[in-house]
């Protein structure tokens, strides 16, 4: 396209230099048709330097340098359209107005001026007008047929506002050519060429940003080894960028064109203090954000890649609280500085703004002490590895399940199922039983006839049969442990045993171990004793008392053919409430001598009612 309007500029520009060497070869200086010639000869360069840019952008023969995205007829009409107004316009205002205010009077050059643009002016108005709704309709359907999502907005956006920008176009050049007649050719094509160029220019930007933000940044294997999440989060932010630099094209385009209208002195206001402050400012805070940026992203990668867990180490829960902790109070700070910098950058006082955080701070300080102390408890917790997130601890009286810790509380899950969430500063101390290993830790009581050392032996035969369970034994860290009898006192003899375990699972190995025991001493014949009485029956004056004599019990229950089943003592209980049944029931099985024992117990037992024997 460059080209082709190249070789059609230089054929224009040949023709008037063929028609300037003709007209300084025949005639003679000085004279007035030498002055109209080369008025006509500047005028037709001009104009034909304009069609040549429109043949360019219309390219009304080759539809494949076509830049607007119209169809062959439609081209040829608004190329020749625009050829005619360019013809009419620029001979008017750079030969007829010149001639005639040469000729006849300046009044009359200029009502003639006045006269053609006007008439000019409606009639462009007026074909604008009528071809709005047609040249909307083929810019849209180009727009959803192309591929670049850049260049579709801005034809879409071209097809709403066309003929206000053609209107206003036309307006410009009917008030130039009535304020300045011999400038206005010239002033125009060269605004009109300037905003051209700055147009294409954009949109070329434009195209290669959108390019760029199909393209991955891929880093060395060495940065992804070490930082696998931050090539991710550097491509996350590569929109935003080209976002930002889409945005500064776009200003740059706007500033070339008001310049090129005159409306804006870009080269005055650049070389001005003021404009060399705002790019300062501007490039200052460029490097402030980004440098914001690059820290933020390397920090987040580095914890990010900590939490996911490098290698084969997972990261513990005290680990992910405290780096998510570290993270959010990171953002916080990297954010502040930030808008505090880039605030002082722009020429705004921050010291007003510091002074008032800090005594917002102390009176947020005075007023939530609380809080405050919720939050240091919490990070000092944090940093002794007190809790972490799934650990059993016992907290303010509430033994649970961590669930959640946050920089202020604690979130626990009872055993009840119910949800409590415990400030830092209510924890007065923090008791973790999932840390490092646990114990099983208990006490067996055995009857005091029971032998200590076969006891201990059944323990043992119980943790050899707790081992057998595959399940259990990855748990168990250790062998079991028997110190030996801790204490005797009035129920029996109590044995202590320890398991060290993996932390959190010592209350599964507790479970299953005190059914083996169950099963062991219970197959052994050991005891594990409850309360007992003793009874002592009536005292004569001596203080001597009656022996109980143990078969009597004997015969009483196979009177009643029953049996006290091993270390229970039945109560036998005659709904007659007659002592001497008993004496005859036990007769009826037994021998006179046990008729009599019956009967001599009855009188100072009182069986029948329960009292006496249990």
């Not at 040249?135 to 956006?157: C, H, I, K, Y």
């Not at 399940?401 to 007065?428: N, Q, W």
Request: glycine fraction near 8%; charge should be neutral; aromatic fraction near 8%.
């Amino acid at each position: 396209v460059i080209l082709a309007m190249v070789l059609d500029l230089a054929a224009s520009v040949l023709a008037g230099l063929a028609g300037y060497a003709a007209v300084i070869a025949f005639t003679r200086p000085g004279a007035s048709v030498s002055l109209f010639a080369m008025q006509f000869l500047t005028a037709f360069v001009m104009i034909e330097a304009v069609k040549a840019v429109s043949r360019g952008i219309f390219a009304t023969r080759h539809e494949h340098l076509r830049l607007i995205p119209v169809s062959s007829a439609t081209a040829q009409f608004w190329h020749r359209w625009l050829s005619n107004i360019l013809t009419i316009t620029g001979y008017a205002l750079l030969v007829m107005v010149p001639v005639f205010r040469t000729l006849l009077t300046p009044a009359v050059g200029e009502l003639l001026g006045l006269v053609i643009m006007t008439a000019v002016y409606l009639y462009a108005v007026r074909v604008v007008w009528r071809q709005r709704q047609s040249v909307r309709d083929s810019l849209t359907e180009r727009a959803g047929n192309m591929s670049a999502v850049v260049f579709g907005t801005l034809l879409r956006v071209l097809a709403r506002t066309w003929h206000w920008l053609v209107l206003a176009y036309l307006t410009v050049l009917f008030v130039v050519s009535q304020t300045r007649h011999q400038e206005a050719l010239g002033f125009m094509s060269k605004a009109t060429v300037q905003t051209l160029l700055a147009v294409l220019l954009g949109a070329i930007a434009m195209a290669v940003l959108s390019h760029l933000a199909n393209r991955r940044i891929h880093l060395t294997d060495s940065w992804n080894k070490m930082l696998p999440s931050l090539e991710t989060r550097l491509n996350a932010y590569v929109p935003t960028f080209l976002l930002g630099l889409r945005f500064l094209v776009l200003i740059l385009v706007a500033l070339i064109v008001l310049d090129a209208w005159q409306a804006f002195n870009l080269v005055e206001w650049l070389s001005s203090p003021g404009g060399q402050a705002t790019i300062s400012i501007v490039i200052r805070v460029g490097i402030i954000l980004l440098i914001a940026v690059l820290g933020w992203t390397t920090l987040a990668s580095l914890i990010e890649h900590r939490l996911g867990g490098s290698g084969r180490r997972l990261p513990t829960e005290r680990e992910k609280t405290l780096l998510m902790l570290f993270r959010n109070a990171a953002a916080i700070t990297i954010a502040t500085m930030t808008v505090l910098v880039v605030l002082s950058q722009i020429g705004i006082d921050i010291g007003p703004l510091i002074a008032g955080a800090g005594v917002a701070g102390l009176a947020i300080g005075f007023g939530a002490q609380k809080l405050v102390q919720d939050v240091i408890t919490g990070v000092f917790i944090q940093l002794e590895n007190g809790l972490n997130q799934n650990d059993v601890v016992e907290v303010a009286g509430l033994f649970g399940t961590v669930e959640k810790v946050t920089i202020r509380t604690v979130a626990l899950r009872t055993l009840d199922g119910g949800y409590h969430l415990i400030p830092f500063s209510a924890i007065d101390k923090v008791s973790n039983h999932t840390r490092d290993f646990g114990y099983h830790y208990a006490e067996y009581l055995i009857a005091h006839r029971e032998s200590v050392d076969e006891a201990i032996k059944q323990l043992h035969l119980a943790f050899d049969a707790l081992m057998q369970d595959p399940e259990m034994a990855a748990e168990v860290l250790e062998d079991i442990s028997i110190p030996g009898v801790t204490s005797i006192n009035q129920h029996g003899l109590t044995i202590r045993v320890m398991i060290k375990t993996t932390p959190g699972n010592q209350w599964m190995i507790q479970r299953a171990f005190n059914r083996l025991v169950k099963e062991h001493f219970d197959a052994a014949g050991i005891e594990v004793p409850y309360p007992q009485t003793v009874l002592h029956f009536g005292r004569d004056k001596e203080g001597k008392a009656a022996p109980l004599d143990i078969r009597h019990i004997r015969d009483i229950e196979d009177a009643f053919n029953v049996r006290a089943a091993p270390g229970q003592t039945r109560r036998i209980i005659d709904t007659d409430g007659d002592a001497q049944t008993l004496a005859k029931r036990a007769g009826t099985h037994g021998d006179a001598d046990d008729t009599e024992n019956a009967n001599r117990i009855a009188p100072d037992q009182d069986l029948s009612r329960g009292k006496g024997a249990t």
